[in-house]
């Protein structure tokens, strides 16, 4: 008997930018609801803005209920055990939400190696604790497109760039830094362009590789070149067709 494959609508981002293009701004419009480790204390700016309706969450603690009047669930990310203990309840199925952001894994991969070493030169095993670590987080995170019991529709990981033999790559340290980029579906590179029309700036993501900037993706020719204006949830849909109507919020935690 030949059974049919159903495949989930999910998708895993990696975006990397210099400083202050919008790559925080960017990364919540994922759909909603979503939980956003905030390693860069940058929710703040962005509920300020209006772009998200805030709420806090102790991962000590269970999901808050999703009823409606919020869309991002801030985790203050100070340490590498806040994501595990975030992860914990993605990977039990028991929470309400459809997206998952890491901003930046730069930054908390610098707190993981700070705490590792007092602040000190790492030594060669540290630094290999620090690539089984990290590295095995992106992978997890990255599975929870695919959970058997509720599956995340968008991994979204934010990156600081650095320039190398004149490339701008992902900024990460030690092999995490060249593995990075082939472990999600895409890689993108944002930038700020002017618009040929108006003139006013405009934020400009890269889908597809060049010499000078690494990006790349598996989702063929759904996507442009580079997308003016990016938005996450849009780029889904692009791959797989707008989502199905859904039920009213939950009025409590799934499976509480």
């Known amino acids: 008997m030949t059974e049919t494959l159903t495949l989930d609508r999910a998708l895993s981002v990696l975006v990397h930018a210099s400083a202050k293009v919008g790559k925080s701004t960017i990364s919540v419009t994922a759909p909603a609801p ?5 390693v860069e204390s940058a929710a703040r700016f962005l509920e ?3 772009r998200i309706k805030a709420i806090k969450w102790d991962p000590n603690d269970p999901p808050p209920v999703y009823d409606g009047t919020w869309d991002t669930a801030v985790v203050a990310t100070r340490d590498f055990e806040t994501v595990e203990k975030v992860y914990k309840w993605l990977n039990s199925g028991n929470h309400p939400f459809k997206s ?16 590792a070493t007092g602040r000190k030169q790492p030594t060669m095993q540290q630094w290999g604790g ?6 095995g987080f992106v992978r997890d995170i990255r599975d929870l497109t695919m959970h058997p019991i ?6 979204v990981i934010v990156a600081m760039t650095r320039l190398i033999d004149g490339k701008y790559v992902p900024w990460c340290q030690g092999q995490l830094q060249t ?3 082939f472990l999600l579906d895409a890689t993108t590179y944002l930038y700020v362009d002017n618009d040929p029309e108006t003139g006013q700036p405009v934020r400009m993501l890269l889908t597809q590789p060049t ?15 580079v997308i003016s204006e990016p938005n996450i949830s849009d780029m889904i849909d692009a791959v797989f067709g707008p ?9 409590k935690t799934p499976g509480a």
């Open 34 to 38: 979503r939980v956003y480790c905030d």
């Open 48 to 50: 300020a803005e209006g």
């Open 100 to 115: 998952l952001v890491i901003d930046s894994i730069s930054e908390l991969q610098f707190r993981y190696v700070d705490n």
């Open 130 to 135: 620090v690539y089984r670590d990290v590295g």
């Open 150 to 155: 509720k599956p995340l529709e968008a991994v």
């Open 179 to 181: 593995v990075l980029p």
């Open 211 to 225: 010499g000078e900037f690494e990006a790349g993706n598996r989702i063929g020719n759904k996507w442009p070149i």
């Open 243 to 251: 989502a199905a109507s859904e039920a009213a919020p939950a009025t």
